[in-house]
């Protein structure tokens, strides 16, 4: 989550400073993979057994963001919530809705959100949703459930490669008249969802 809020508070120098960002690099050599030890806290994208680590699946979440940037109208940019809002060629409309504050201490809290889109062809919808939190597309939360192995010898491999494949956690279809879909979510803290909409 502190990945995307970053790349969203840059997006904002960008916009407001004239200050383009055409790279985002992530650097580390702790090699954990190759010491096959799990989740040592060392800055690196993939852990023991070559689990990617849930930063890796951020990373792949902003993958999925289209090429042109959609204006996004609220809070004011680096708070708790944050939308990041693109859309592709085919006019199809990608949005990562993040909730995180680095001074959270109580993680079992969540928070309702609304977004409101508009400027959309009239017609029928598909919505597709990838959440990365404590239940979803999260190798250190499965690690953890799994006991905290030490190595990849005592860990249930597959179960970890399962979770660290980006997978659908909610589909839906609607259809507008006016070019405006709302959507309403429960956000957990230090959480995030991806969101695809793609006119049918």
């Known amino acids: 989550m ?10 904002a120098i960008e916009d407001n400073y004239d200050f383009p960002t055409s790279m985002l690099l992530y650097w580390g050599g702790a090699w954990e993979a190759e010491k096959d030890k799990f ?3 060392n800055r690196v994208l ?7 680590k849930p930063i890796q699946t951020g990373y792949e979440m902003l993958a999925h963001l289209g090429e042109v940037r959609i204006d996004v109208s609220g809070p004011r940019i680096g708070r708790r919530y944050g939308v990041v809002a693109t859309k592709s060629s085919n006019e199809e ?3 990562i809705v993040y909730n995180y504050n680095e001074t959270d201490d109580d993680l079992t809290l969540s928070d309702d959100v609304e977004i409101e889109i508009s400027g959309l062809a009239t017609g029928n919808y ?6 990365l939190d404590r239940e979803n597309n999260n190798t250190y939360r499965e690690w953890q459930k799994q006991g905290s192995p030490l190595t990849s010898k005592e860990a249930d491999l ?10 659908v956690t909610k589909s839906s279809r609607v259809k507008t008249e006016d070019g405006e879909i709302g959507l309403k979510m429960n956000l957990p803290r230090h959480s995030m969802k991806l969101i695809k909409i793609e006119i049918n």
């Open 2 to 11: 502190f990945l995307v809020k970053l790349v969203d508070c840059l997006y």
């Open 39 to 41: 989740f040592m806290g």
């Open 46 to 52: 993939h852990t023991a057994g070559n689990i990617p």
């Open 93 to 95: 409309v990608q949005l």
């Open 126 to 131: 598909s919505i597709e949703e990838y959440s």
């Open 158 to 167: 597959k179960s970890l490669q399962n979770a660290a494949d980006l997978s």
